[in-house]
């Protein structure tokens, strides 16, 4: 019943559009207080930039709790991560997602600000540094406790940023993570643009489109300077990962690949699933992640 809750309060938050009322109706009698809200707005900054997100937080918990921040990926807002954190805060977890700041088309509408032409797998590991010292700093988060997940490119930046924070990151989940996209820049640039530097390439000249998505010319040129595979094994914390078999963008070979990496991972592999889940798969994940992190942290849940 509880979590049937959770989920009926993210649907009306996506769909009501109404975010400065937050996730009640705006018809509540004002001689009654609204019960307090588990699903609140946050904020955080990089270079002047605001990235705007939401925690998710249950009440009946005491001290401080272990939290989970949640990437998305490419041209996809926070609401692809919602139901994994709202699963993570109903074990006691705090858990939050957020927007990339110009991760998402122009057409499309953001919680937080910057733009595409500016955005990249780099700029994008900023944010969540960003996002990470604020809820490291909560007063009802343990610091020591601290985990991050991420679906496709959010994968790849969770996984990044845990490699390159190794000692701030308790365990990291990944779901179908995009460690492959480096490679398909690079192949294709080449293919639609040639063996050349791409900084020689005048502005005017981007975005180009590739696989139904416009890159810039930043983007291009951060995402050819990653080789994740060579960088990943320096985190050596928990790690969870998920893949579907029928996944085309990104082959689940490319996870068998960092399951090897990885010291400490876990990999399940979900039959009948692509590139992103279905709700049947997204069911499955969440079972494997809620699993994670009750063994991770067993007094918690």
């Excluded at 925690?55 to 994994?84: H, N, Q, W």
């Excluded at 994740?228 to 320096?234: L, N, S, V, Y």
């Amino acid at each position: 019943m509880k979590k049937l809750l959770w989920i009926l309060l993210a649907a009306m938050s996506i769909f009501a559009g109404c975010e400065k009322t937050g996730i009640y109706s705006t018809s509540t009698s004002p001689k009654t207080p609204p019960p307090p809200e588990p699903k609140s707005r946050f904020y955080a900054y990089r270079d002047n930039l605001l990235i705007g997100g939401y925690v998710y937080a249950m009440e009946g918990f005491e001290g401080k709790r272990p939290a989970i921040i949640f990437c998305t990926g490419l041209d996809a807002s926070y609401a692809a991560t919602e139901p994994y954190a709202i699963a993570a805060a109903d074990l006691g977890y705090i858990s939050c997602c957020f927007d990339f700041c110009g991760g998402l088309d122009n057409n499309m509408t953001s919680l937080s600000g910057g733009k595409k032409p500016d955005n990249s797998v780099l700029t994008e590991l900023l944010d969540l540094d960003a996002v990470y010292k604020v809820i490291s700093a909560r007063e009802d988060v343990d610091p020591d406790n601290i985990i991050v997940m991420g679906g496709s490119q959010g994968g790849l930046v969770a996984a990044l940023y845990a490699a390159r924070h190794p000692s701030d990151v308790r365990a990291l989940g990944l779901l179908f993570p995009a460690f492959n996209l480096p490679d398909l820049v690079r192949n294709g640039v080449r293919d639609k643009i040639g063996d050349v530097n791409l900084n020689l390439i005048p502005d005017a000249f981007f975005p180009q489109e590739f696989e139904g998505h416009k890159f810039y010319k930043k983007y291009l040129v951060d995402a050819m300077t990653l080789y994740p595979f060579e960088e990943i094994d320096a985190f050596k914390g928990p790690v969870l990962i998920i893949h579907g078999d029928t996944d085309t963008i990104v082959p689940y070979s490319v996870s068998e690949q960092a399951a090897e990496i990885y010291d400490t991972a876990q990999y399940y592999l979900i039959p009948g699933q692509g590139h992103g889940f279905d709700a049947a798969g997204t069911a499955k994940a969440i079972e494997y992640l809620e699993d994670f992190l009750s063994d991770l942290i067993p007094d918690q849940a």
